[in-house]
């Protein structure tokens, strides 16, 4: 039980273009999902709070123009990078917690390169 | 603000050594500490949880202790094999547990056969 499905896991766009990331739980209801950022050979930062029927809470730092969440329903959370730059190239990984389950359960990850 | 120290961020052992890679916290009034293990590029694999009442957790050859009072967890892997080369994050929950995990920059292990 609690698995986080991560779509996609793999995309390249060309920088100015939209990309939207979805992150789905499966088999349980995620009232809260967290979006994190990895640069390589980095650890996990965490970006926002996405809280299910209200707005996101964003991390200092990170540009909320930019980096839109959505968490319209129970089991699911998207993220899209807006007017993408090649800066914006890395790994984003979701996480959601089971409420009466102790711990977080993540995603597969999504590579995002811009080009 | 909590702030997760992993110590050291790299090793290499031989195939069959027991290891110990370790983890401090600077809050002690943590939630919960998790362990994760994270292939390259990929995502986030769960190892061991323990909650800030226990001391320790176990799954197979691993056992992770926790000393909330100093604020260090430990990840002991026993009879280390190439297959457990991979980057070990440490991660602790502060607060009530509904507040985001906040992680560890790992310790990049790599067993050699």
């Known amino acids: 039980g609690a698995v986080v499905s991560q779509h996609p896991s793999r995309v390249i766009c060309k920088s100015g273009t939209s990309v939207k990331i979805e992150c789905r739980s499966l088999?349980?209801?995620?009232?809260?999902m967290f979006w994190y950022r990895q640069f390589p050979k980095k650890s996990l930062m965490l970006m926002a709070t996405?809280?299910?029927?209200?707005?996101?809470?964003?991390e200092q730092g990170v540009e909320k123009d930019k980096f839109l969440i959505n968490h319209a329903s129970l089991t699911l959370s998207t993220l899209t990078v807006t007017s993408a730059h090649p800066e914006d190239s890395s790994f984003y990984i979701c996480?959601?917690?089971?409420?009466?389950?102790?711990?977080?359960?993540f995603g597969s990850g999504t590579r995002l390169t811009v080009v | 603000k909590q702030e997760v120290t992993q110590i050291p961020a790299a090793l290499s052992v031989p195939e069959g050594e027991n290891l110990v890679l370790n983890c401090s916290f600077t809050?002690?009034?943590?939630?919960?500490l998790q362990w994760f293990r994270q292939d390259p590029g990929k995502g986030l694999t769960s190892l061991l949880l323990?909650?800030?009442?226990?001391r320790e957790q176990t799954s197979g050859r691993l056992n992770a202790s926790l000393d909330k009072s100093s604020g260090r967890s430990t990840l002991y892997i026993a009879a280390s094999q190439p297959g457990d080369s991979a980057t070990y994050l440490c991660?602790?929950?502060?607060?009530?547990?509904?507040?985001?995990?906040?992680f560890g920059k790992g310790t990049r292990l790599s067993v050699i056969a």
């Open positions: 996480s959601a917690i089971r409420q009466g389950l102790n711990g977080y359960t």
């Open positions: 809050d002690s009034a943590i939630y919960n």
């Open positions: 996405s809280n299910e029927g209200s707005k996101a809470t964003y």
């Open positions: 088999d349980f209801q995620a009232t809260t």
């Open positions: 991660a602790v929950v502060t607060g009530t547990g509904n507040t985001p995990l906040v």
């Open positions: 323990i909650q800030s009442s226990q």
